[in-house]
């Protein structure tokens, strides 16, 4: 069976709304107390600011922006994965590892349609 390339371009848009919708949903409650001296607030706004990032990559003709947020993601989510790793693989592990597979991809792939 031979894949469906002509959805690929719907495919990534879904990946890109995913993401977003991840990053509010997990990051939404520490984004309200506006505690800009905690870092755990500085690395949430910085990964929902490149979320939104590649959002807005994905209208631009070239892909810098994509991929510069894709960078931004994986960085970030690898550093939480990294803090957070305790020995085991846990339910907070597993769920770092959506949000770093789609920023690598976007990191990888750009705005490749």
Same mark, same amino acid.
Request: net charge positive.
């Given at each position: 069976?031979?894949?469906?390339?002509?959805?690929?371009?719907?495919?990534?848009?879904?990946?890109?709304?995913?993401?977003?919708?991840?990053?509010?949903?997990?990051?939404?409650?520490?984004?309200?107390?506006?505690?800009?001296?905690?870092?755990?607030?500085? =690395?949430?706004?910085?990964?929902? =600011?490149?979320?939104?990032?590649?959002?807005?990559?994905?209208?631009?003709?070239?892909?810098?922006?994509?991929?510069?947020?894709?960078?931004?993601?994986?960085?970030?989510?690898?550093?939480?994965?990294?803090?957070?790793?305790?020995?085991?693989?846990?339910?907070?592990?597993?769920?770092?590892?959506?949000?770093?597979?789609?920023?690598?991809?976007?990191?990888?792939?750009?705005?490749?349609?």
């Amino acid at each position: 069976m031979k894949p469906f390339k002509s959805a690929k371009g719907f495919a990534n848009w879904l990946l890109r709304i995913a993401l977003a919708s991840i990053f509010y949903n997990l990051y939404s409650n520490v984004l309200s107390t506006m505690a800009f001296t905690n870092l755990s607030f500085l =690395v949430a706004l910085a990964i929902v =600011v490149f979320g939104f990032l590649l959002l807005i990559g994905g209208l631009m003709a070239k892909p810098t922006l994509t991929i510069i947020a894709g960078l931004g993601i994986t960085l970030i989510t690898v550093y939480k994965i990294i803090i957070s790793f305790n020995g085991m693989f846990d339910h907070y592990l597993v769920s770092q590892l959506i949000p770093l597979a789609i920023g690598f991809y976007f990191l990888t792939n750009g705005n490749d349609r």
